[in-house]
């Protein structure tokens, strides 16, 4: 079992940066594929962004590469993700995920057994 917090969520302007952060309870992190997902009002929840369990693979969807970065921090069992030149459009609740599997349908969001209650972004303009 794997209990998923996330802290860091708040407001910003635009153009402006968060860094999120997960923490894992349980001595089995490095075991787990860990990712974000994001829920914005009114529209489905997509992936963000997965780091693979050693670091070494990481994935992005379109709209926040190169303004997103996905780390994780085995020694600490969390997993960060940091905001930078941040948009409207990035406002949503964000949710940290586990998958213990190493599925390639990392994407999806039924390959994550594991989800954190969720920390709201707010951008404004």
């Known amino acids: 079992q794997v209990q998923l917090v996330e802290s860091g969520g708040g407001m910003a302007q635009a153009g402006g940066s968060l860094r999120l952060s997960c923490a894992a309870s349980g001595r089995t992190f490095r075991n787990y594929a860990m990712g974000w997902f994001r829920q914005a009002p009114g529209k489905e929840r997509e992936f963000v962004a997965r780091i693979s369990r050693s670091g070494g693979n990481i994935d992005y969807v379109d709209s926040v590469k190169g303004r997103f970065t996905i780390s994780r921090d085995n020694a600490k069992n969390t997993v960060y993700l940091q905001m930078n030149n941040l948009k409207p459009e990035d406002t949503a609740v964000y949710y940290c995920?586990?998958?213990?599997?190493?599925?390639?349908?990392?994407?999806?969001?039924?390959?994550?057994?594991?989800w954190g209650q969720g920390t709201q972004v707010t951008v404004s303009s």
């Open positions: 995920v586990a998958d213990r599997s190493g599925s390639f349908a990392y994407r999806t969001e039924t390959t994550y057994e594991y």
